[in-house]
T-cell receptor
Framework: DAGVIQSPRHEVTEMGQEVTLRCKPI?????LFWYRQTMMRGLELLIY????????DSGMPEDRFSAKMPNASFSTLKIQPSEPRDSAVYFC???????????FGPGTRLTVT | AQTVTQSQPEMSVQEAETVTLSCTYD???????LFWYKQPPSRQMILVIR??????QNATENRFSVNFQKAAKSFSLKISDSQLGDAAMYFC??????????FGAGTRLTVKP
């Protein structure tokens, strides 16, 4: 299995630009999670989906952030407009709904200048 | 709400020695899992060990073992015969499915040659 795939691995953009992060979960997994990691706040859960349906988006910091999961094999996290304080590593993770272990992607390092 | 606390921001150990990383958690659930994840400089989140709450026996994976004290809500990680490759951030994590995994703030482990 290829594991959780995230793209791009690195993204550098200017303030005000739209950023789209992509995630392909492990085949057969039906829960998907987006996390953000910063030095100040550690690993924060942004949103998670079960069977492509958003269950809890209370961690999404602002309306500038949005996430979609149009099908079981693809999810996006979009930031529009981006700000320097959005600079972080964004992780996607997936699992079976009844399982306990989450499998993480390699993360996307986002830098907003 | 479930919380995970790691009170040691940084730890260091001499190569070949043993080190213990501390973790406490708070929950009212009876069925849950606890995890230790390792995050090396590559930033990939790697599962080191997991413990099912219903099991009294402490989990062991080669040089890694845990001390699970359910009543005290304590879950420490012991690394024996420390190696240079063990240097990383270590995150304690809690999950009660189907809710997402919650992470502690992390402990940075340095291994001195």
């Amino acid at each position: 299995d290829a594991g959780v795939i995230q793209s791009p691995r690195h993204e550098v953009t200017e303030m005000g630009q739209e950023v789209t992060l992509r995630c392909k979960p492990i085949s057969g997994h039906n829960s998907l999670f987006w996390y953000r990691q910063t030095m100040m706040r550690g690993l924060e859960l942004l949103i998670y989906f079960n069977n492509n349906v958003p269950i809890d988006d209370s961690g999404m910091p602002e309306d500038r952030f949005s996430a979609k999961m149009p099908n079981a094999s693809f999810s996006t996290l979009k930031i529009q407009p981006s700000e320097p304080r959005d600079s972080a590593v964004y992780f996607c993770a997936s699992t079976f709904r009844g399982a306990y272990e989450q499998y993480f992607g390699p993360g996307t390092r986002l830098t907003v200048t | 709400a479930q919380t995970v606390t790691q009170s040691q921001p940084e730890m260091s150990v001499q190569e070949a020695e043993t080190v213990t990383l501390s973790c406490t958690y708070d929950t009212s659930e009876s069925d849950y899992y606890l995890f230790w994840y390792k995050q090396p400089p590559s930033r990939q989140m790697i599962l080191v060990i997991r413990q099912e709450a219903y099991k009294q026996q402490n989990a062991t994976e080669n040089r890694f073992s845990v001390n699970f004290q359910k009543a005290a809500k304590s879950f420490s990680l012991k690394i024996s015969d420390s190696q240079l490759g063990d240097a990383a951030m270590y995150f304690c994590a809690y999950r009660s499915a189907p809710r997402p995994t919650r992470f502690g703030a992390g402990t940075r482990l340095t291994v001195k040659p």
